[in-house]
């Protein structure tokens, strides 16, 4: 761009808006107001006054007059090339055409193979966690009753030997809340495997991601559910956890992808039959 096309440039250099502090002690004035709120008053005070000085400063830097700085232009032989336009012409994608501005995943595995993933995984963690009871409490009701005791109180407060028999409710929270968190995982599945590395996608979300959600839970298993954070043997927890991840993670893998219909266009997503524009215009 010439110098003189613009009404702050000149052959001596080109005026830019001069630096200021002003914003940010205002920014900083207005934080302080807000901290204020929470704490004590004094702090609101010296916000408000640090705000006001900074707002009258700014505007006295931009009115009547902005503040422009002066800048030297470098010398003609260290001044970049003009950009030389072509006079070629190129197509220019439309939205719904070539995958145009898709977002990743562009490509995700059925809804159903998250099902029949968090099913299978959640069969698989319960195998474990039955065998964990049979062996180690001597009882299948244990890890039973130990799921369920965020949802039943009685079981919350439980002594071992309770927690050892059957209780109906607790067998039918415990079903129904595994049977909803395995199906609501896998199909969470069907969204993270494919942005996951190729090839061993199945490997990162069945053996990474089990230990980070584990890693995660673990603040807040007091929260939860207190009778499985003061029982819960961790070892067998994460055994669990992982058996349920590499199972219901590699039955989604195998499944077939779909492409998401955020390429497609609006006839598509209408489900009509329209001739591709191409074809209209031949």
């Known amino acids: 761009m010439n110098p003189h096309e613009h009404e702050h440039s000149s052959d001596a250099g080109v005026e830019l808006p001069t630096p200021t502090t002003w914003p940010l002690m205002c920014a900083f004035g207005i934080t302080l107001l807000a901290v204020g709120l929470v704490t004590t008053l004094i702090v609101t005070l010296i916000g408000f006054i640090i705000g006001l ?42 939205y719904g055409e070539s995958s145009h501005r898709t977002r990743i995943p562009v490509e995700v595995h ?27 409490q001597h009882s299948i009701w244990y890890p039973i009753n130990l799921l369920a005791a965020s949802g039943v109180p009685s079981l919350a407060t439980a002594s071992l030997e309770t927690l050892r028999e059957f209780n109906a409710a607790g067998l039918t929270v ?29 490997l990162f979300g069945g053996v990474m991601t089990p230990l980070i959600w584990t890693a995660l839970i673990y603040p807040t298993f007091n929260l939860i559910n207190p009778a499985l954070a003061a029982r819960v043997d961790w070892v067998w927890f994460l055994i669990c956890q992982v058996s349920f991840g590499v199972v219901g993670g590699y039955v989604v893998f195998k499944s077939q992808k779909v492409e998401t219909m955020q390429s497609w266009s609006l006839g598509q997503r209408m489900g009509l039959h329209a001739m591709p524009q191409k074809e209209k215009e031949e």
Do not use: C, N
């Open 53 to 94: 000085i900074a707002a009258v400063g700014w505007f006295r830097s931009v009115f009547p007059t902005p503040k422009h700085t002066l800048y030297a232009l470098a010398e003609a032989d260290r001044r970049p090339a003009p950009v030389r336009v072509s006079p070629r012409r190129i197509d220019h994608l439309q």
């Open 110 to 136: 059925r809804y159903s193979s998250g099902i029949l993933g968090g099913l299978a995984g959640g069969a698989a963690m319960a195998v474990l966690a039955v065998a964990y009871g049979l062996i180690v």
């Open 174 to 202: 415990a079903i129904l809340s595994h049977l909803a968190f395995s199906i609501l995982v896998g199909l969470l599945y069907t969204v993270l495997l494919p942005m996951l590395p190729a090839r061993l996608e199945w």
